[in-house]
C-alpha cells in the first residue's frame, strides 16, 4: 500500500488516526517559495475538529512540526516533510469495531483487503484524519499558486435539501473568495447558515448524520492546460479529490444538468471582451473542454456522503462468528463533515492544478 500521488508535484502521505502521527512528503516544490505559515495553520484549523457542533468533538491542535524542505519559511526545493502529532485519541472506543464492521464504512472492504491486520482505531489510514496532511500541502501549493495569479475559493452549496446560492460561472469576485476562505461555514448567502446548522443539530440529536455538496473555483487561470483523454484536467481534479474520505460523485460546469439542454443551450459562446481576450459569454463546462482550461473559471461540485459513523444502532455481521448482529457505535464523530471538507477539496485543488 502507498498512499502517494502525483507526477510532477508529488505527496505521499503516511500514519493511522490513533497512531504517534500523521504526516505528508512533498517533492518537487520549487525553492525559493515563501510561505506564511499563518495562512496554512487558517486552513488547517478550518479542516480541524473540536471547534463546533457540526464536527465531531476531538480536539487536536494539528500544528505541523516541519521536519525538512522549508528554512526561514521559504521552500529549499529539498523533500518537504511535516508531521502532525495525534494527542486526543480514545482508541478503547473503537474495540467493538475488530469483529463488527461499520455499515458504510472501509471497515470489511479492509479487513478483506490487508487479512484483518489493518488498523481499526480511529479508522486507521481509513480515516477522514489523513486529510489534515493533505490541507498542509494544498495550503503551501495554494501560495504558490496564488503568486501567480490563481485564487481558489468553495462553499457549501448544500447542506441536505438546503441550499447556498451558487457562484456566478462568468465572474467570481476574488473579495468573495478572500472571505470564504477565512470562514469554518463558508456560505455566499450567510442567511442560510441558521436553518443548515438546525438542520445539522437534529440529525446530531438523533444520533444520525447528514450529507451535503461543496462547490469549488479556480479563477486566474490561463487557457491550454491540460491534454485530451486520459491526461485531462477532469481526470486529474478527480483523481486527486476522489482521495478525499465521502466523497461520491463530482460534477463540472453545469454537471449532469446538461443532459437537460439542448446542444444550443449547452455551448459556450466565444467572444472577445474589451482587453482583446477571448472568454465565453456562459460557462456550463467548468472552464474545461476536450479536457484543457479554456481560461474562464474552473468550477466543480463534489457530493459528501452522510458521515457513516453514527451512534444509533445498525445491523451488522460479527466476523469472529459468522452470524447477523447489531452494532452502536461509541466514540466522538461529525454529524456532518461537509464544512469542514471545503479546505479539505480546495487543497485537493491546489494540487491538481500546480501539476499542470
Known amino acids: 500500500m502507498s498512499s502517494y500521488w502525483g507526477e510532477k508535484i508529488k505527496i505521499s502521505i503516511f500514519g493511522e488516526s490513533h497512531g504517534k502521527g500523521i504526516g505528508v512528503v512533498i517533492d518537487n516544490l520549487p525553492a525559493g517559495e515563501k510561505i506564511d505559515m499563518d495562512r496554512v495553520l487558517m486552513h488547517m484549523a478550518r479542516r480541524a475538529p473540536g471547534k463546533d457542533k457540526t464536527a465531531t468533538p476531538r480536539l487536536e491542535k494539528d500544528i505541523p512540526s516541519i521536519m525538512s524542505g522549508m528554512l526561514n519559511n521559504t521552500t529549499t526545493g529539498t523533500p518537504l ?96 473568495s478572500h472571505r470564504l476562505n477565512t470562514e469554518t461555514f463558508p456560505l455566499i448567502n450567510k442567511d442560510k447558515e441558521g436553518v443548515m446548522r438546525e438542520y445539522i443539530d437534529i440529525a446530531r440529536m438523533k444520533q444520525d448524520s447528514v450529507g451535503g455538496i461543496i462547490e469549488c473555483c479556480a479563477t486566474g487561470i490561463e487557457p491550454g492546460l491540460g491534454n485530451p483523454m486520459f491526461g485531462g484536467v477532469e481526470n486529474l481534479i478527480s483523481s486527486i479529490v476522489f482521495g478525499i474520505p465521502a466523497i461520491k460523485g463530482i460534477e463540472f460546469g453545469t454537471g449532469f444538468d446538461l443532459t437537460k439542454m439542448y446542444g444550443s443551450q449547452a455551448n459556450d459562446p466565444y467572444t472577445y471582451d474589451d482587453k482583446g481576450n477571448v472568454i465565453t459569454t456562459s460557462n456550463n463546462n467548468g472552464g474545461i473542454l476536450g479536457g484543457i482550461t479554456t481560461g474562464m473559471p474552473i468550477l466543480f461540485r463534489t457530493a459528501v456522503k452522510p458521515t457513516p459513523s453514527i451512534s444509533s444502532t445498525q445491523k451488522t455481521i460479527d466476523l469472529s462468528t459468522k452470524s447477523n448482529t447489531e452494532l452502536e457505535i461509541h466514540g466522538r464523530h461529525d454529524p456532518c463533515i461537509v464544512p469542514r471538507a471545503t479546505a479539505v477539496v480546495e487543497s485537493a485543488l491546489a494540487l491538481a492544478l500546480i501539476n499542470l
Open 81 to 176: 516533510c511535516a508531521v502532525i502529532e495525534n494527542t486526543n485519541t480514545k482508541s478503547g472506543d473503537y474495540g467493538n469495531l475488530l469483529d463488527k464492521p461499520r455499515p458504510g464504512h472501509g471497515d470489511y472492504p479492509g479487513f478483506v483487503r490487508y487479512h484483518g491486520y489493518n488498523d481499526i482505531r480511529g479508522g486507521g489510514h481509513f480515516s477522514g484524519r489523513l486529510t489534515a496532511p493533505l490541507v498542509f500541502a494544498g495550503s503551501i501549493c495554494r501560495q504558490i499558486l496564488y503568486r501567480r495569479g490563481i485564487v481558489i475559493s468553495s462553499h457549501i452549496a448544500s447542506i441536505g435539501d438546503i441550499k447556498d446560492n451558487m457562484f456566478d460561472p462568468i465572474n467570481i469576485p476574488t473579495a468573495l
